[in-house]
């Protein structure tokens, strides 16, 4: 048996401006008839995307925070693959984090403002009002989106030369940056290929019988290492165009901005397969 493996990013792909995916709600019911998972691979929070994957009724894997943590609901069959080391339970989930911990990032980068003066402002600066008038967000969303496991977001304000000192001695702590639709994101060495290789080896694991093919769907730099890992990969153009470009005969690029080219792309290959 052959089946797809959709793992897609959030912001600008799957759902648009307004945080809304209705534009790609037939693609969604068609992938749930034919029954291809629907994994959510995001520089969200875990916290973020489980409201998401409620409000969709989706058991799937959740990878949140560019790949730094994935976590499996015990609603699915999967999570019995979860169940020891280095998975951890969290509530209804199983965890595994595959990043620095936020703790050890915020210690690093802050210690290092405090001594040069560089100029930047993150998540964990922010109040929860400071981070909707900024982003648009609710209060609440923009609560639990700084409800962070393993990175910190920030708006770098600095020289483009001090963001190079800056970023020289955040790698000798083992901490890479990673430019996402509006945010640098300060990491550990995982990355959204990570929660992508993770996910389709517990697929394979629990459905042995089952050929996966991995689709990956994204629209920015923090998408690349996915998109060049799977087997069949999409890139959502912005409004102004194409933010990230990816080679080889795996690549297409979706017609449309947001879900309604994630929606025309996966129709597309569903009348394919």
């Known amino acids: 048996m052959k089946k797809l493996l959709i793992v897609t990013d959030l912001d600008a792909s799957f759902i648009d401006d307004n945080y809304q995916y209705t534009e790609a709600e037939e693609a969604i019911k068609q992938l749930d008839e034919q029954g291809f ?14 409201s998401l994957a409620q409000e969709l009724e989706l058991t799937t894997p959740l990878i949140a925070e560019n790949g730094g943590i994935i976590a499996v609901t015990n609603q699915s069959e ?24 936020r703790d050890f990032i915020l210690t690093i980068a802050h210690n290092a403002r405090k001594e040069h003066g560089y100029r930047f402002t993150g998540f964990y600066d922010m109040s929860d009002q400071d981070l909707s008038d900024l982003t648009g967000l609710t209060e609440y969303q923009a609560h639990i989106a700084k409800q962070r496991h393993v990175s910190e977001p920030i708006l770098w304000q ?3 030369e001090r963001w190079e000192t800056f970023c020289s001695h955040l790698q000798t702590q083992g901490i890479r940056t990673l430019r996402g639709g509006r945010f640098i994101h300060l990491m550990g060495p995982a990355d959204k290929a990570d929660g992508l290789q993770v996910t ?4 394979q694991k629990c459905y042995p019988n089952t050929k996966w093919t991995t689709v990956a769907l994204g629209d920015s730099a923090n998408d690349q290492s996915m998109l060049k890992s799977a087997d069949i990969a999409i890139v959502i153009p912005h409004p102004d165009g194409v933010k990230v470009e990816i080679s080889g005969n795996h690549v297409t690029y979706a017609k449309y901005p947001a879900s309604k080219g994630w929606n025309d792309s996966i129709l597309n290959l569903l009348s394919k397969t």
């Open 200 to 203: 389709k080896e517990l697929y």
């Open 78 to 101: 999967i999570s019995k693959h979860c169940a020891q080391s280095p998975w951890k339970k969290e509530g209804t989930y199983q965890t595994l984090i595959t990043g620095l911990s």
């Open 158 to 160: 600095d020289t483009a």
């Open 37 to 50: 998972p629907l994994v959510f691979n995001s520089s969200k929070t875990l916290a973020e995307i489980t």
